[in-house]
């Protein structure tokens, strides 16, 4: 079965089984390999990208879901690495060891679509689910803020 995909502004037509998790789709059918695979049960956010503009866990979620669709990874969030969390991730040396930070910034991006100015109580929610082995939450938060000032 054919599936057409919408991936970082370029459509994919997919001869794939419609069963298939987009996690495996990006990365071992299209070589996307920034969005990253942790638990594959939808419990640490490693994975996150969005769909149709919502954050989702793409190891749970089958590539039937996204057909028609439009997917977003982390090698789409900005051309050049210069969205504002990007920038502000780097000013603020934000990753560690780094696995778990493309899904850090897919939540983070999704959340500042929302709430362009987030609360700290709209932040904690919206990260709960992105863990990080290294501990870089302090970080994150302050990052998410130095980006929500920046956003025009
Ligand atoms: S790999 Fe998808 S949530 Fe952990
Ligand atoms: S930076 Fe290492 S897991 Fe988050």
Redesign the pocket.
Known sequence: MSITVRINGTEHRLDVDPEMPLLWVLRDVLSLTGTKYGCGEALCGACTVHLDGHVVRSCVTPIRRAAGAAVLTIEGLSPDGTHPLQQAWAELGV???????AG?LMTAAGLLKKHPRPTDEQIDQSMAGNL???G?YPRIRAAIKKAAGELP
């Open positions: 990753p560690q060891c780094g696995f778990c930070q850090q990080c082995r290294c870089t």
